[in-house]
T-cell receptor, first 116, second 109 residues
Framework: DVKVTQSSRYLVKRTGEKVFLECVQD?????MFWYRQDPGLGLRLIYF???????EKGDIPEGYSVSREKKERFSLILESASTNQTSMYLC???????????????FGPGTRLTVL | GIQVEQSPPDLILQEGANSTLRCNFS?????LQWFHQNPWGQLINLFY???GTKQNGRLSATTVATERYSLLYISSSQTTDSGVYFC???????????FGPGTRLSVLP
């Protein structure tokens, strides 16, 4: 059974703190993604990675960085958390370009982050 | 970039009713998925359907790629079907999906 896990379901941090959100997948997928979801704005891509140590900016990368040191793990880092980063964060993974179909994207359970 | 629209934005049904959700996209796509987001926020894969028709129990989906739309059918709805249904598409393998705004479904007992 495919599985994407995230380190926390709920997280409360203070403004200015450094925040790490971790995502682990056990499907040997090459591509991993971080999205945030906000009411009225839908799901927006923050960053994605298509290989170890590789990263690409998504639609809203400002205020975030990522790290992918191992194939199964993709971390999202908020260097100095701000209240406007309060949101639901969703991690996902899928196979590489050209992989045998179907090439579905699978999501983790999400992390609800509150920045006070 | 590619645009994805979903309709209706909100839908309220009595338990047992049938419904059809629609997804329109502005350009040709290589991949299309339907997801259900449950009340706890988890996105559950329903269908991977870039073209054709698939069925899974009470749910079925049809994508007409040449006309740039997909339909999700829910029959004999149950309260557990409540949540938000998202359509997501992409144009090239390995890249991210673009999500529609979702349809919020409420099934009343």
């Amino acid at each position: 059974d495919v599985k994407v896990t995230q380190s926390s379901r709920y997280l409360v941090k203070r403004t200015g703190e450094k925040v790490f959100l971790e995502c682990v997948q056990d499907m040997d997928h090459e591509n991993m993604f971080w999205y945030r979801q906000d009411p009225g704005l839908g799901l927006r891509l923050i960053y994605f990675s298509y290989d170890v140590k590789m990263k690409e900016k998504g639609d809203i990368p400002e205020g975030y960085s990522v790290s992918r040191e191992k194939k199964e793990r993709f971390s999202l880092i908020l260097e100095s958390a701000s209240t406007n980063q309060t949101s639901m964060y969703l991690c996902a993974s899928r196979r590489y370009y050209g992989a045998v179909l179907p090439n579905e994207q699978f999501f983790g359970p999400g992390t609800r982050l509150t920045v006070l | 970039g590619i645009q994805v629209e979903q309709s209706p934005p909100d839908l309220i049904l009595q338990e047992g009713a049938n419904s059809t959700l629609r997804c329109n996209f502005s350009d040709s796509v290589n991949n299309l998925q339907w997801f259900h987001q449950n009340p706890w926020g988890q996105l559950i894969n329903l269908f991977y359907i870039p073209s054709g028709t698939k069925q899974n129990g009470r749910l079925s989906a049809t994508t007409v790629a040449t006309e740039r739309y997909s339909l999700l059918y829910i029959s004999s709805s149950q309260t557990t079907d409540s949540g938000v249904y998202f359509c997501a598409v992409d144009r090239s393998y390995g890249q991210n999906f673009v999500f529609g705004p979702g349809t919020r479904l409420s099934v009343l007992p």
